[in-house]
């Protein structure tokens, strides 16, 4: 069980510089970065991932997608994958997003290992194409062995609440050999009850829309981040 004390570390999805100073500024531990999240989250223009690494004290995970859909590559889309690993690595992003599937729905081992040999040193995400994995217990142990750090997930269902179950025998499964970060439609009235039944260590959510106002007007971003920590720290 999560030790007594023992901080939720909480990242926040963004699209925009401002959204991402906004997360900061309400407690953010960490950002990932993306572009287009009306698809789920596509690889980020290579001058805002500079520009919120440049701006932010926190680190900033860029996401590797080049598009929205399934998780299933062809060759030129790989080719672009493995460009878009260097050129977020290149622009000082800290760590990296991104996941791959094979037609039969397992996870695609040779491309992942691929993508993750191209972003070493960095840390390495596997992002919710594994909740569409065919087996998940099977999938985090195919991500286990390619030494990807975290996967984020909503136990396979819809929402994380509804996949706490799942989420919770991952946690168990990974131990210390990888982070299970818990995500999908996670809000401050339910954060608490969600890392109660989990016991992760992590949690992925976002909150802010896909335009932050600039200047004083996103103060309420930050507040809105603000309680979303403060309810997350008050699981006890």
Wanted: charge should be negative.
């Amino acid at each position: 069980m999560l030790a007594p004390g023992k901080r939720v570390l909480f990242e926040s999805c963004v699209d925009g510089f401002e959204a991402a100073v906004a997360s900061e500024s309400g407690g953010a531990a960490r950002i990932e970065l993306c572009a287009g999240l009306d698809v789920g989250g596509i690889t980020p223009p290579v001058a805002l991932v500079a520009r919120c690494v440049a701006g932010l004290g926190i680190p900033v995970f860029a996401i590797v997608r080049p598009r929205g859909g399934d998780f299933v590559y062809a060759a030129d889309e790989v080719r672009a994958m493995e460009r878009e690993v260097l050129a977020m690595a290149a622009a000082g992003a800290h760590g990296l997003v991104f996941g791959a599937l094979r037609t039969d729905g397992a996870i695609d081992i040779p491309l992942m290992r691929r993508l993750v040999e191209a972003a070493r040193p960095l840390p390495v995400t596997c992002h919710k194409a594994f909740d569409d994995a065919r087996d998940l217990p099977e999938a985090l142990e195919a991500l286990i062995g390619l030494g990807v750090d975290r996967v984020l997930t909503s136990g396979g269902a819809p929402t994380a609440g509804q996949g706490a179950t799942m989420i919770a025998a991952l946690v168990r499964q990974a131990g210390d050999r990888l982070a299970v970060m818990a995500g999908g439609a996670v809000r401050a009235d339910n954060v608490a009850d969600l890392v109660r039944a989990t016991d992760v260590h992590e949690v992925h959510a976002r909150l802010l829309p896909a335009r932050a106002p600039a200047g004083d007007d996103a103060r309420p971003w930050a507040q809105t981040v603000a309680a979303f920590v403060h309810a997350m720290a008050s699981r006890r």
